[in-house]
C-alpha cells in the first residue's frame, strides 16, 4: 500500500509558542492510523494544520495528500480534495434536523450521489435515518457523534480524520463507537483518529504514532507498541504495584526515553 497522507518535518506554531516539533508521519491507503498521547500532546494540532484550519501554519514542513503539497491551501480547497474531519466535540448544527446537518455535508455532491450516501451512512447508523426529522440538538451525545460522523462521511472522503470521538460517552457507546470506526474502515474510508483511549485505538489501527510536547516519540504496528515499555506504563497500565494515584505522580516526572 502507498502512503495517501504523508508529512514531513512539520512545525506549527499558536503565536511565539511551537506546538508542533518536527512531525512527519505517514497514513497507508486503506489504514486506520491512530494519533495516541495526552492533553497538550499535539493530536489535535496535527489534525487542525492538515485541515489548513490555523492561519498561516505550518510555519516549516510539507503537508501532501495523494501526492500533492497541501500545506499552503486554504481549508476549503482541502476538503475539496478528499478530507473529512470530525472534529473534538462533535460541532453538529444543534438548530438543524439530522437530515439537514447530512445534507449540509453533501451539498457539493448531486442528488443521485448524495442519496447514495445517505443510504450507506443509514446502513450504518439506522438511528440517523429514525430520526430524521428530530432537531440535532435534542440526540443523545452517542447519537450526536454519529451524526457528526455521518455529515463528514457525506462528503464521501478519501481520508477521514476523526478528533476523540469516544470523549463523553459511557463505557458502553465507547464500545460501539469503535465498531463504528471499524466498520467505516472495512468500507474502503482511510481514517486517522486522534484518541486518547490508547487500548481501544489499538484494538481497530493498523499503525499508530505516540506524540508528546509535539513530537512523535514512538510508533509502530499494535502488537510493537504494546511491547513499548513506555506506552504500555503511559497508557496501558500501571508501573509495578503503584496505586493510580502514585502512577499519575511517576508519569508526571516520567522523561521518555
Do not use: C
Not at 34 to 47: C, E, F, H, S, V
Amino acid at each position: 500500500m502507498s502512503a495517501i497522507l504523508s508529512l514531513r518535518h512539520v512545525e506549527t506554531y499558536y503565536g511565539r509558542v511551537q506546538a508542533l516539533r518536527g512531525i512527519s508521519l505517514d497514513v497507508e491507503q486503506g489504514s486506520i492510523t491512530a494519533i495516541l498521547g495526552g492533553n497538550g500532546a499535539g493530536k489535535t494540532t496535527i489534525l487542525n494544520t492538515i485541515a489548513g484550519l490555523l492561519d498561516d501554519q505550518p510555519e516549516k514542513g510539507t503537508v501532501h495528500l495523494g501526492g500533492e503539497r497541501i500545506e499552503s491551501l486554504e481549508t476549503e480547497q482541502i476538503i475539496a480534495r478528499g478530507i473529512g474531519y470530525v472534529p473534538e466535540g462533535r460541532q453538529i448544527f444543534a438548530e438543524l434536523t439530522v437530515k439537514e446537518n447530512l445534507d449540509v455535508g453533501g451539498f457539493r455532491r448531486s442528488a443521485s450521489e448524495s442519496r447514495e450516501d445517505l443510504q450507506w451512512i443509514h446502513s450504518i447508523f439506522p438511528v440517523l435515518e429514525e430520526r430524521r426529522k428530530q432537531l440535532a440538538g435534542t440526540l443523545s451525545g452517542g447519537e450526536q457523534q454519529m451524526l457528526a460522523i455521518g455529515r463528514a462521511l457525506m462528503t464521501r472522503p478519501r481520508l477521514l480524520m476523526m478528533d476523540e470521538p469516544s470523549l463523553g460517552l459511557s463505557p458502553l457507546l465507547v464500545d460501539r463507537m469503535f465498531d463504528v470506526v471499524s466498520e467505516v474502515g472495512r468500507r474502503g474510508v482511510t481514517v486517522l483518529l486522534v484518541e486518547q483511549n490508547a487500548r481501544k485505538a489499538l484494538e481497530i489501527a493498523g499503525f499508530a504514532y505516540v506524540v508528546e510536547d509535539g513530537r512523535v516519540v514512538a510508533s509502530g504496528s499494535p502488537e510493537e507498541l504494546q511491547q513499548n515499555e513506555d506506552v504500555r506504563e503511559f497508557y496501558l497500565g500501571l508501573k509495578g504495584d503503584q496505586s493510580i494515584a502514585e502512577a499519575q505522580r511517576w508519569k508526571r516526572k516520567k522523561r521518555w526515553r
